[in-house]
């Protein structure tokens, strides 16, 4: 009998040791998504305040060209407004593509970071 009462308490311990470590885990692993998460609506919230910004940008560049256009006394002066216009949109347009490449990459990096982070305790 006492062989018998000392295999359940050390079975006991071990099944309390492995809760714990269970327990620890979850909350290890509730963290890390809960910082993904945190990361990802930053991330999201910036690229959208980015966008607004590339739109009323657009907004204003249509709006110069049409008051130039409107100004034009020749087909000369119509000419060199919408040159001005397309070089100021071709610059945009590529000031869009690294902006919007670059919060990508803080994206996915931030993502892998936190599950990375999370995942690994879990070996502990």
Known sequence: MPMEQSSREEFN???KTAQKQISDTEKRVGDAALEAQSHFIKTLEEMSRDAMACATA???????????LTAST????AVAAYQEWLSEEMNARSEDAR??????????TNGSKAFTNGWSGMST
């Open 13 to 15: 311990r071990a099944a």
């Open 58 to 68: 657009e907004i204003e560049r249509g709006l110069k060209l049409s008051k130039k």
């Open 74 to 77: 020749s087909i000369s002066d």
């Open 99 to 108: 902006m919007f490449m670059s919060k990508t990459q803080t994206f996915m």
